[in-house]
């Protein structure tokens, strides 16, 4: 006996009980199921005194208040304990979040953790004024970076600018980074890492936002927004040395996510 095919109405019927699961995923269950992932990176002559050093990457948070979410990454901070956390870019999209920002800071820092800070393409489109930012960001506790380096006991920090719009300085931010284990690199949008890297160092983990990882994806299909090269999410092999391109925490322009959770990433050195 030969199975029956649905009628249209059935179709049709089936079709939007489907789109109504998608659409509540999307946007009332994805956008607040933080993924928090552990990973180990191999760096060569990392100091037996840094061994186990971690370093969790908060990025595109795109806040507007503070929320469940931002519980969560905090609950998920003090659980796994890194010593360093790095905020990349399009944290905020307006000036009026500044107070918020400085509050979220407070949130995440604890005695011995160091909070660094760059900026994203979202804080230039918002007109978020960056000495305001820089002050927002001291008041929760964060250093503010862009185009320079510093020295955080052992690690060497190289922070740039937003390459979405034009502002990265690679060569700038890496000019002054010793030749000498571990390096970081700290940037937001990846298509910059695509970049000649001519005399710069290879940095041993260079950290990046801004795709969303795509936001909303479907099978085989990953929209990204411009600068973001050929980067949607992951560790990939630049000139620049190995990079981690998060999927970021936030949402843009709709407030959806599909396939696609926000995540906490946690990278952990170890030796080798």
């Known amino acids: 006996m030969s199975a029956r095919r649905p009628t249209r109405r059935q179709f049709l019927r089936g079709a939007a009980a489907v789109g109504s699961v998608m659409a509540v995923d999307g946007f009332a269950i994805e956008p607040r199921w933080l993924d928090v992932m552990v990973h180990r990176v191999a760096v060569p002559a990392l100091p037996a005194s840094m061994e186990g050093y971690r370093i969790a990457q908060v990025t595109d948070v795109h806040l507007s208040s503070l929320g469940m979410l931002h519980e969560s990454i905090a609950r998920a901070l003090d659980s796994l304990r890194p010593q360093l956390v790095a905020l990349t870019g399009d944290v905020i999209d307006s000036p009026a979040t500044l107070p918020t920002l400085s509050a979220l800071c407070r949130m995440f820092a604890r005695p011995g953790r160091t909070l660094v800070a760059t900026a994203g393409n979202w804080e230039h489109w918002g007109a978020v004024p960056l000495d305001a930012l820089d002050e927002a960001y001291r008041r929760g506790g964060a250093t503010f970076l862009g185009n320079e380096s510093r020295t955080l006991g052992g690690l060497y920090l190289a922070a740039t600018d937003d390459g979405c719009t034009d502002r990265a300085d690679l060569p700038r931010a890496l000019r002054d980074l010793p030749r000498e284990h571990p390096r970081v690199l700290l940037t937001h949008a990846p298509g910059v890492l695509d970049m000649p890297s001519g005399e710069a160092p290879v940095c041993d983990l260079t950290l990046a936002g801004h795709?969303?990882?795509?936001?909303?994806?479907?099978?085989?299909?990953?929209?990204?927004?411009?600068?973001?090269?050929?980067?949607?999410?992951?560790?990939?092999?630049?000139?620049?040395?190995?990079?981690?391109?998060?999927?970021?925490?936030?949402?843009?322009?709709?407030?959806?996510?599909?396939?696609?959770?926000?995540?906490?990433?946690?990278?952990?050195?170890?030796?080798?």
């Open 211 to 272: 795709t969303h990882g795509g936001q909303v994806r479907v099978p085989f299909t990953a929209i990204t927004p411009p600068g973001s090269g050929r980067f949607v999410a992951g560790f990939y092999d630049t000139p620049y040395g190995r990079a981690y391109v998060s999927r970021g925490v936030g949402t843009s322009i709709l407030p959806v996510r599909f396939l696609n959770r926000p995540e906490l990433p946690v990278f952990e050195l170890v030796r080798g």
